[in-house]
């Protein structure tokens, strides 16, 4: 119903930037939610950021605040994340994933991923 695909990952130096995107095709409903996940090698997948598609609404962990901006052009159904200030804890694969509704999921729709590597 709705499919994913990430791109824009790749290796920067720590206090760098990156910009990742998300491209979404298929229905988009005004109540779905828009997220950012990361995983590292032998951690737990962790939230990112998020995004209401509508109404632009966002929600970021603590970790990326005021580093990472969520964003997204519903003309274009892509969802970006610019990441600024970026440390080596950043690197990870990183995954878009699109829920139903609410900030909490569940998160049925996962794309690929692309891996975020920031050297020290």
């Known amino acids: 119903q709705v499919h994913l695909v990430e791109s824009g990952g790749g290796l920067v130096q720590a206090g760098g930037s990156l910009r990742l995107s998300c491209a979404a095709s298929g229905r988009i409903f005004s109540t779905y939610t828009m997220a950012w996940f990361r995983q590292a090698p032998g951690k737990e997948r962790e939230f990112v950021a998020a995004?209401?598609?509508?109404?632009?609404?966002?929600r970021y962990a603590d970790s990326v605040l005021g580093r990472f901006t969520i964003s997204r052009d519903s003309a274009k159904g892509t969802v970006y994340l610019q990441m600024n200030s970026l440390k080596p804890d950043d690197t990870a694969v990183y995954h878009c994933?699109?829920?139903?509704?609410?900030?909490?999921?569940?998160?049925?729709?996962w794309g690929q991923g692309t891996q975020v590597t920031v050297s020290s």
């Open positions: 994933a699109a829920a139903s509704s609410g900030w909490n999921g569940p998160y049925g729709y």
């Open positions: 995004i209401k598609w509508t109404s632009g609404l966002t």
